[in-house]
């Protein structure tokens, strides 16, 4: 499930172990509880439902933002996520078995 634009899976309880709060991911919701998102803007600018079916996956902007332990992990594990995101979305396109 996709839960938000820039690779973090909310529906693991993220924001609710970090934050005390129950989000369902930016996906869903207008805007951010943290308020502006520029990954989250710039991806529904592009009306792409993740940033990994970006032509320019990954920019400068999500890997920065991937990396930075203030605004999340900072191992880069969301740009995996959207690597993930994508693949699952080109076999759904091929209409390939995923086993």
């Known amino acids: 499930m996709i839960d938000s ?6 529906s ?3 924001c609710e172990e970090l934050y005390g709060v129950n989000c369902e991911g930016c996906a869903k919701i207008d805007r951010p509880f943290w ?4 990954v989250k803007a710039c991806c529904e600018g592009k009306k792409l439902a993740h940033c990994g079916l970006c032509p320019e996956f ?3 902007q999500l ?12 191992d880069g594990r969301r ?7 994508a693949e699952e979305s080109a076999v759904k396109e091929s209409g390939e078995a995923l086993c």
């Open 5 to 10: 634009r820039c690779g973090l899976c909310c």
């Open 12 to 14: 693991n309880g993220y």
């Open 35 to 38: 308020g502006e998102c520029p």
């Open 58 to 60: 990954p920019c400068k």
């Open 63 to 74: 890997n920065d933002f991937a990396y930075d332990k203030e605004n999340g992990e900072g």
């Open 79 to 85: 740009l995996e996520q959207c690597r993930c995101w």
